[in-house]
Each structure stands twice: as structure tokens, then as C-alpha cells.
Nanobody
Framework: VQLQASGGGLVQAGGSLRLSCATSGRTFSNYAMGWFRQAPGKDREFVATIDWRGIDTNYADSVKGRFTISRDNAKNTVYLQMNSLKPEDTAVYYC????????????????WGKGTQVTVSS
């Protein structure tokens, strides 16, 4: 299974970015997907997850109302629309694929992609 994240970059505070994560290797529509991020000197943290249907979503409190996760099962791609970006959103963003249709913290992420850097300037 391969996951390729893209769409990161440098943006001013208040701006927007859209991350994409294209996957291959197994039936994309069978699995939950998620976005996580890791800032310098910090542990990787949960950002958002979406179930296999694209209906059930969950967000970290820090991004609720600003970020939107979505998926296109026909394109084997998951997205993260990030609006009203803040300097504290600066991190490497990783997409991950779960081991089942609904994301479970206990089961976690089975496959990770390489990250994409997001830098928000003040």
C-alpha cells in the first residue's frame, strides 16, 4: 500500500491550503482514512479521520470549524481542506489508512504516507 500526500506549502496566517493524499495497493473504499501532524519537537497528533463511506468524520478540537476532511473513493484520494490557518498549525502533515472501515484509536493507522510540510507565517 502506498500513500502520497501533497499540497503543503507556505501560507500566511488566515490563509487556506488543501492537502491531498492519493493511495494505491488495496481497495481504498474499504478503509478509514486520517490526517495527522507533527510539529518540531512534538509527538505526532491526530487531526481528522473519515470513515470508508465518507460520512462519519472526527476532528481534533484545535481544528474544528476550520479544517474539513473528505474523500473521493472513485479517485482513491482523501483531502484536508484547511482554512483560517494559524502559525500553530505549522507541522508536517501525514495521511494514514486504517485497518478497517471505521477509524479506531485502538486499531490505529496501518499504513502511513510520507508527510507534506505546512508552514503558516504570522
Amino acid at each position: 500500500v502506498q500513500l502520497q500526500a501533497s499540497g503543503g506549502g507556505l501560507v500566511q496566517a488566515g490563509g487556506s491550503l488543501r492537502l491531498s493524499c492519493a493511495t494505491s495497493g488495496r481497495t481504498f473504499s474499504n478503509y478509514a482514512m486520517g490526517w495527522f501532524r507533527q510539529a518540531p519537537g512534538k509527538d505526532r497528533e491526530f487531526v481528522a479521520t473519515i470513515d470508508w463511506r465518507g460520512i462519519d468524520t472526527n476532528y481534533a478540537d484545535s481544528v474544528k470549524g476550520r479544517f474539513t476532511i473528505s474523500r473521493d473513493n472513485a479517485k482513491n484520494t482523501v483531502y484536508l481542506q484547511m482554512n483560517s490557518l494559524k502559525p500553530e498549525d505549522t507541522a508536517v502533515y501525514y495521511c494514514g489508512q486504517g485497518s478497517q472501515g471505521y477509524y479506531s484509536p485502538l486499531a490505529g493507522i496501518e499504513y502511513w504516507g510520507k508527510g507534506t510540510q505546512v508552514t503558516v507565517s504570522s
